[in-house]
């Protein structure tokens, strides 16, 4: 049997640093129904300081994951941590509006660039049979963040100021720099911990499946932006991620409307989807692998969360039934996310899917800043939540559409077959 040392090793460093990460889009959600006392936000203005991160978000994801490709991951995240870590900071000091949406705007921007980059590192660790686990494993940082910080940002906002909750949450960033520094290689011959049985498996498996890949695959940088694939796989992404943190974002603000609880309450409440959500995961990705087929392992979830927004907005539902409605969509927009990742590397040589997935993140996190603001504008005009998730679900629909109609199953879908040695992986 293949040794295992790489899942212990780089995918729970890797969660905890993207968890921290994503604290940063979870704990606004969280703080901004308390921050008005210092200085009032309308629903729209709550929104732009939610979505405006995204826009700061694209700056550098092309950058950032032609660094990692051609220099080092590991570095590029490492330099990223630092910076994001004063931007969140900052984000507790702000005297008014307009600075607060120029530190969330300095946030996105310099947090833009981890995702790909550690894209890039994973497929340097992961072979194809294996990838679609190993994003997942990783990428329950998301739904684990807001498990653990959602709870944690409410009980800290019932005991300190909404500027201490953001200072006191960027920090943790710059101890775990360190923790990456020493504990994450860019590849396998780099990595003192590994045994070399595992470092000749992934080496030769992962040049195998580089040289398999038809002539089309190893496309220029320009070739790879232009590929209906990759077009396509933005379409996807934008408009699932739209749906997603339009969801996400304002999740909270929908557990507080239904409980009038405390901060900590609200805190507690927002984590249970998340658990869910960590199951349906793992549990999705492990089907993607087992059978490659990426293109059903993002459309059906998607499917199932619009029918969850759509019940859960278009009726009057008692509070346990809009709990676990919030549930089920939760559980939906996240399910994806393995399976979805696993595609770009399996179309494009390693060089040009540093560029392709750099662009996807890029515009489809777009979508980031859609969502939530989308929500707030329309829940001003029309005075009700309802219209905007509405047509959150009519955004997923189309990201579901896209998926299911357009990806093409001999590019997305692999061979059913998983060689014997990686399925005890």
Not at 131 to 142: E, F, G, H, S, V
Not at 407 to 415: D, I, N, Q, R, Y
Request: hydrophobic share 55%; proline share 6%.
């Amino acid at each position: 049997m293949i040794p295992r040392q790489r899942w212990a090793y780089v995918i729970p460093v890797a969660v905890v640093m993207y968890m921290l990460a994503y604290l940063d889009r979870t704990n606004v959600a969280v703080i901004l129904p308390y921050i008005g006392d210092d200085f009032p936000l309308s629903a729209g203005a709550k929104g732009l300081a939610s979505g405006i991160f995204f826009v700061g978000y694209l700056v550098l994801q092309i950058p950032a994951a032609v660094l990692a490709a051609k220099w080092s991951a590991r570095k590029t995240v490492l330099l990223l941590m630092i910076a994001w870590a004063v931007a969140a900071v900052l984000c507790g000091l702000v005297q008014n509006e307009t600075q607060l949406h120029l530190a969330r705007l300095l946030l996105g921007l310099f947090e833009g660039g981890v995702w790909p980059a550690v894209l890039i590192l994973l497929a340097s660790w992961f072979p194809q049979a294996e990838r679609a686990r190993a994003n997942a494993l990783w990428m329950t940082c998301l739904p684990i963040s807001a498990i653990l910080m959602s709870p944690l940002s409410g009980f800290m906002l019932d005991h300190l100021s909404w500027r201490w909750v953001f200072v006191l949450q960027g920090l943790p960033p710059l101890v775990w720099a360190v923790v990456w520094w020493f504990a994450v290689a860019d590849r396998p011959s780099q990595a003192r911990w590994i045994s070399p049985a595992e470092r000749d498996y992934l080496e030769t498996t992962l040049q195998a499946e580089e040289d398999a890949k038809p002539a089309f695959a190893k496309q220029s940088y320009r070739q790879a932006l232009a590929n209906r694939q990759v077009l396509l796989l933005i379409g996807v992404y934008f408009s699932w991620i739209t749906g997603f943190y339009g969801f996400s974002l304002w999740l909270p603000s929908v557990v507080k409307t239904m409980t009038g609880g405390s901060a900590t309450a609200v805190g507690f409440l927002s984590a249970v989807p998340y658990v869910l959500a960590l199951a349906g995961m793992v549990a999705c990705a492990h089907w993607s692998d087992r059978t490659g087929n990426r293109r059903l392992a993002v459309t059906v979830p998607l499917l199932v969360a619009i029918a969850g927004l759509l019940v859960g907005n278009l009726g009057h539902w008692p509070a346990a039934v809009q709990l676990m409605l919030l549930c089920v969509v939760a559980t939906g927009v996240h399910m994806p996310y393995g399976p979805f990742w696993a595609i770009p590397s399996r179309i494009l040589g390693i060089e040009a899917v540093a560029v392709a997935m750099g662009l996807i993140n890029a515009l489809g996190n777009l979508g980031g800043f859609a969502g939530p603001y989308l929500v707030g504008w329309l829940t001003d005009v029309t005075g009700t939540a309802t219209t905007g998730f509405v047509v959150l679900a009519a955004f997923l629909a189309v990201a579901a559409g896209l998926a299911f109609f357009g990806l093409k199953p001999t590019t997305v879908e692999e061979s059913a077959h998983v060689p014997a040695a990686t399925r005890h992986s």
